[in-house]
C-alpha cells in the first residue's frame, strides 16, 4: 500500500509536470486581469486531463493488469478534463468575486476553491474506477485536500518565485512559467498523495496475496461483491495459474462482517469450503496454487486468537504383520516394542526411517515428528529422516536436502531439535517458509504440520 502511495504522489506529480509543458506555450501572464474563458477551458481540461490520467496510470499499474491499466487511464483522464474545468471556471468566478471584494485574500481563497473543486473531481474517478462508492468519497476528500494545498502554495509561488522571475526576465503579473511548473507539480503531487492517503487511512478489509504472481500486495475489499479470479478487472487477481476460474470467489458485505461465497473449489485455512463461510482477521485462502490472507484493520473486527492451523495426521498406512505403522521398523516379537517406543534401540541412520526421539525432561524419551513426507515435486512420496544434527534445505547441492525448483532459494531453510521437538526456521529465503500455509520465521513442527518451502511441500510425521 506504500508504494501506491508513493506512485500515486510521482505519477501525479509528473500529469502536473506534462500540463505544464503542454499548457505553456499558450500562456499568458496577463490571463488574470484579461479573462479568456475559451483559453481558461483548454487550460483546466488539459491539465486536468493529464493529471487524472497519470494518477489512473498508477492506479491501473497497482492492480497489475492491462485491463484495469487502459479503464484506469480513461476513466481519469475523462473525469479528470472535466473535473480541470468545473475546477478552474469556479476558481476564477470565485477569484472574480472575492479578489474584487477582499483584493488580496479573495485571490488567494479563490485559486485555493477552485483548485480544491479540481481535485475533488479527479479523485472521484478512483471510485470508478473500483467501482466504490465508499473510493468515490474518499477520492473525492483526498482530491479536494490535496488540490486546496496546491493552490494554496502555488499562490505562495507565484508571488515569490514567480515574481522574482518576473522582474529578472520584465514580465508583467504575479505569475509565470517557474510558478506555474512548480505549482502545477505539487498540485498533481497534492492530489494523488492525498487520494492514496484517504484510502490507506480508511481501508477496513484487504486480501493480501502470501504465494502466487504478485506476492505481497494488498487488495482493498471496499464494495459489496468484490471477486477473486484470473478475470483481468477482477478486484483481486490472481493471474497466470489457469486452475483458477475467472470469478473463482467472491466476499460480500454482511452486517458489518465479511462472507466468502466460493464459486469454485477452494479452501479456507486448509480446510475445503463449498458453501458461504464467514471471514476473520487473518484467515487464509487457498486458492489453486495461490494463497492470500483476509486481513480486517485493528478495532475493526476483533481480532481472534489463532494458532497454526493444524492438520490431522492421516490414517497410518497399511503395513505387514510385525511392523509399526508410525516408524516402519520391525516390533520385537516378544515385547511388540519398536524405533518409537522408549525401550527400543535406536535404529540405524537411513534416509527413508524415523530418528529416536529425544529425551524429554526427567529422563523418560517422547515420541516426536522426526520425518517429512514429500507432497508433491521432486521429492514426492519419498520420506526424509531428519538426523539429530539437524537438516539445512534448499536449491544448492550443499544442503542436506536439496529441492530443485526455482521458487526455493539457494538457503532456504533449516529444522533443528530443540527440546525434543523439531523446528524450522527461515533461513532469510525470498519465497519463504509457510506451516500450514502461514508464513513463519520460526516455529515448532508437530505430527501432520504441512511445511512449503517455496512451491515444494512436505508433511511431518
Not at 493529464?50 to 492491462?66: F, K, P, Q
Amino acid at each position: 500500500m506504500v508504494s501506491k502511495l508513493f506512485y500515486l504522489m510521482v505519477f501525479g506529480a509528473v500529469g502536473g509536470v506534462l500540463a505544464w509543458f503542454v499548457n505553456e506555450p499558450f500562456m499568458n501572464d496577463d490571463i488574470r486581469r484579461t479573462v479568456d474563458w475559451g483559453e481558461l477551458a483548454r487550460f483546466g481540461s488539459t491539465s486536468g486531463l493529464l493529471i487524472g490520467a497519470m494518477i489512473g496510470l498508477a492506479t491501473g499499474l497497482s492492480l497489475g493488469t492491462g485491463k484495469h491499466i487502459i479503464r484506469a487511464v480513461g476513466l481519469g483522464a475523462g473525469v479528470g478534463a472535466i473535473g480541470g474545468w468545473v475546477g478552474v471556471t469556479i476558481g476564477q468566478i470565485l477569484f472574480g468575486v472575492l479578489g474584487a471584494t477582499v483584493p488580496l485574500l479573495g485571490l488567494i481563497v479563490g485559486r485555493i476553491l477552485g483548485w480544491s473543486a479540481f481535485g475533488a473531481l479527479i479523485g472521484v474517478s478512483e471510485g470508478l474506477i473500483a467501482r466504490s462508492p465508499k473510493r468515490m468519497r474518499n477520492g473525492l476528500l483526498g482530491g479536494a485536500i490535496g488540490g486546496a494545498l496546491g493552490g494554496a502554495l502555488f499562490d505562495f509561488l507565484a508571488f515569490t518565485i514567480g515574481s522574482v522571475f518576473g522582474f529578472a526576465l520584465r514580465a508583467e503579473g504575479e505569475a509565470g512559467a517557474p510558478s506555474r511548473a512548480v505549482g502545477l507539480t505539487l498540485i498533481g503531487a497534492g492530489i494523488g498523495l492525498f487520494i492514496g492517503l484517504l484510502e490507506w487511512l480508511t481501508r477496513a478489509a484487504w486480501v493480501r496475496v502470501l504465494y502466487g504472481r504478485n506476492e505481497g500486495k494488498d487488495y482493498p475489499i471496499d464494495r459489496d461483491g468484490a471477486y477473486l479470479g484470473r478475470d483481468e478487472l477482477a478486484d483481486v487477481p490472481l493471474r497466470g495459474d489457469p486452475q483458477v476460474a475467472p470469478r473463482h470467489a467472491e466476499i460480500r458485505m454482511d452486517g458489518g462482517g465479511y462472507v466468502l461465497i466460493p464459486l469454485a473449489p477452494m479452501a479456507v485455512n486448509g480446510q475445503p469450503v463449498g458453501a458461504p463461510v464467514e471471514l476473520n482477521d487473518g484467515d487464509l485462502l487457498q486458492i489453486a496454487s495461490f494463497q492470500a490472507q483476509f486481513q480486517l484493520r485493528e478495532g475493526q473486527v476483533a481480532r481472534l486468537p489463532r494458532d497454526v492451523v493444524r492438520s490431522p495426521l492421516p490414517p497410518p498406512p497399511p503395513t505387514p504383520p510385525g511392523v509399526c505403522p508410525y516408524c516402519g521398523q520391525r516390533q520385537d516379537p516378544l515385547t511388540g516394542a519398536c524405533a518409537c517406543m522408549p525401550t527400543a534401540t535406536p535404529p540405524s541412520l537411513t534416509p527413508t526411517h524415523g530418528y529416536p526421539p529425544a529425551p524429554a525432561a526427567g529422563g523418560v524419551a517422547v515420541a516426536q515428528a522426526t520425518t517429512l513426507v514429500g507432497i508433491d515435486g521432486a521429492h514426492a512420496g519419498q520420506r526424509i529422516a531428519v538426523p539429530p544434527t539437524g537438516l539445512t534445505i534448499g536449491r544448492e547441492m550443499d544442503n542436506m536436502l536439496t529441492i530443485p525448483d526455482p521458487s526455493v532459494s539457494r538457503h532456504h531453510a533449516r529444522i533443528a531439535y530443540e527440546n525434543g521437538a523439531l523446528v524450522v526456521y527461515d533461513l532469510g529465503s525470498t519465497n519463504g517458509v509457510y506451516v500450514n500455509e502461514q508464513r513463519v520465521s520460526k516455529q515448532s513442527l508437530r505430527a501432520g504440520d504441512i511445511v512449503r518451502f517455496g512451491g515444494a511441500r512436505f508433511r511431518v510425521e
